[in-house]
T-cell receptor
Framework: NAGVTQTPKFQVLKTGQSMTLQCAQD?????MSWYRQDPGMGLRLIHY???????DQGEVPNGYNVSRSTTEDFPLRLLSAAPSQTSVYFC??????????????FGPGTRLLVL | GQQLNQSPQSMFIQEGEDVSMNCTSS?????WLWYKQEPGEGPVLLIA?????ELTSNGRLTAQFGITRKDSFLNISASIPSDVGIYFC?????????????FGQGTELSVKP
């Protein structure tokens, strides 16, 4: 049971390049989310998914796309990278037990630098 | 939208001292979570609170779900150097649409041996 895994750990991009941040979980969790973390701003939700085939926008979705073709995977795509997207990106997953305890597990993060 | 205000932003304390931090919301939350993040790692859940007034402990950590459902508190007793890190409050609002966990800005804790 690996939990939530993210790849790559580090990435440097040039402005205008595109890339995909990978996220996978092996806990059969329904809900998956992407956050970005910037100094002094906590974690901000980019996109989230409540199940395969269903995605929705979070607080800061502009410049990012997501898809959820399987329960396990939730990739985040940067279509045309900008310096403002320099950040640490965290993927998270949680079970969706209605009315029951909920915990969210985070991956180790991807550190992205856009030049 | 829903926001969480966490204070203080940073704390510098002596080993052995107690620590208190809090989180307030402009709207009602139905779940409060407290996380700790160490350098280079993702946040790790410390305590989860589900009912107004609930008081829950995890070792030297104690957290409370405020009666108004708009605030939560985390206390760390007898701090030790390994308590260093950033502590985040987070919560699901009453109008949560299936997964939107809202985070506070974090409290950075430094412990001097």
């Amino acid at each position: 049971n690996a939990g939530v895994t993210q790849t790559p750990k580090f990435q440097v991009l040039k402005t205008g390049q595109s890339m995909t941040l990978q996220c996978a979980q092996d806990m059969n969790h329904e809900y998956m989310s992407w956050y970005r973390q910037d100094p002094g701003m906590g974690l901000r939700l980019i996109h989230y998914s409540v199940g395969a085939g269903i995605t929705d926008q979070g607080e800061v979705p502009n410049g990012y796309n997501v898809s959820r073709s399987t329960t396990e995977d939730f990739p985040l795509r940067l279509l045309s990278a900008a310096p403002s997207q320099t950040s640490v990106y965290f993927c998270a997953s949680r079970s969706g037990l209605a009315g029951g305890p909920e915990t969210q597990y985070f991956g180790p993060g991807t550190r992205l630098l856009v030049l | 939208g829903q926001q969480l205000n966490q204070s203080p932003q940073s704390m510098f304390i002596q080993e052995g001292e107690d620590v208190s931090m809090n989180c307030t919301s402009s709207s009602i939350f139905n779940t409060w979570l407290w996380y700790k993040q160490e350098p280079g790692e993702g946040p790790v859940l410390l305590i989860a609170l589900y009912k107004a007034g609930e008081l829950t402990s995890n070792g030297r950590l104690t957290a409370q779900f405020g009666i108004t459902r708009k605030d939560s508190f985390l206390n760390i007793s007898a701090s030790i150097p390994s308590d260093v890190g950033i502590y985040f409050c987070a919560g699901y609002g009453i109008y949560n649409q299936g997964g939107k966990l809202i985070f506070g800005q974090g409290t950075e804790l430094s412990v001097k041996p």
